[in-house]
């Protein structure tokens, strides 16, 4: 059974783009959560999604923003990207509908902006 | 606020001793806390996890306290070996109830030297 997936897996941007990053999930899972990931630190919690909905956001800008799609599959949108923006980009799976159960990390997205 | 402290930063021990790692968090509402492993270049995966109406779990070589009171929790790893040489990080679930969000700490970089 194939894991998270993320695509893609290296992008480099320019400052004031936007980018889109794109998650599938484990089979069956049913939620999906997003985090970025600084070199040297924690992965800082950005959203999560239960069902479609938005059930949990991290402490971001609105230029973050992100939905999931009828099949589970979710994206994650910044726009007006900053030098600060660049980072791993991490996605999780999970069954349970909170936070409270193994999340299942994709790779990640490694977004650089110059 | 929502903080997770996580401590020491870099961990070097001989195989064979044990290594500690202490965390601690803010929101008394917390009521999971996991801990993940990422080696170089990898995905987090989930090592062990303790929910709060348990003080303690062991898992092999591998255990998790948890005091409440103190709002801390520490991560045991006895009879070190040179594969657990990773960064790992605490977690802990902000919110309570439908819980939403895991805020992770900072990372502990462990190195086993054999």
């Known amino acids: 059974d194939a894991g998270v997936t993320q695509s893609p897996t290296h992008l480099i941007k320019t400052r004031g783009q936007h980018v889109t990053l794109r998650c599938s999930p484990i089979?069956?899972?049913?939620?999906v959560s997003w985090y970025q990931q600084v070199l040297g630190q924690g992965p800082q919690f950005i959203f999560q999604?239960?069902?479609?909905?938005?059930?949990g956001r991290g402490n971001f800008p609105d230029r973050f923003s992100a939905r999931q799609f009828p099949n589970y599959s979710s994206e994650l949108n910044v726009n007006a990207l900053l030098l600060g923006d660049s980072a791993l980009y991490l996605c999780a799976s999970s069954l349970a509908q909170g936070v409270t159960g193994e999340l299942f990390f994709g790779e990640g997205s490694r977004l650089t902006v110059l | 606020g929502e903080n997770v402290e996580q401590h020491p930063s870099t961990l070097s021990v001989q195989e064979g001793d044990s290594a500690v790692i202490k965390c601690t968090y803010s929101?008394?509402?917390?009521?999971?806390f996991p801990w993940y492993k990422q080696e170089l270049g990898k995905r987090p995966q989930l090592i062990i996890d303790i929910r709060s109406n348990v003080g303690e779990k062991k898992d092999q070589r591998i255990a998790v306290t948890l005091n409440k009171t103190a709002k801390h929790f520490s991560l045991h790893i006895t009879e070190t070996q040179p594969e657990d040489s990773a960064v790992y990080f605490c977690?802990?679930?902000?919110?309570?109830?439908?819980?939403?969000?895991?805020?992770f700490g900072t990372g502990t970089l462990l190195a086993v030297q054999p």
């Open positions: 089979s069956g899972h049913k939620s």
């Open positions: 977690a802990a679930s902000i919110g309570g109830g439908a819980t939403n969000k895991l805020i």
């Open positions: 999604y239960y069902e479609k909905e938005e059930r």
């Open positions: 929101d008394s509402a917390s009521n999971y």
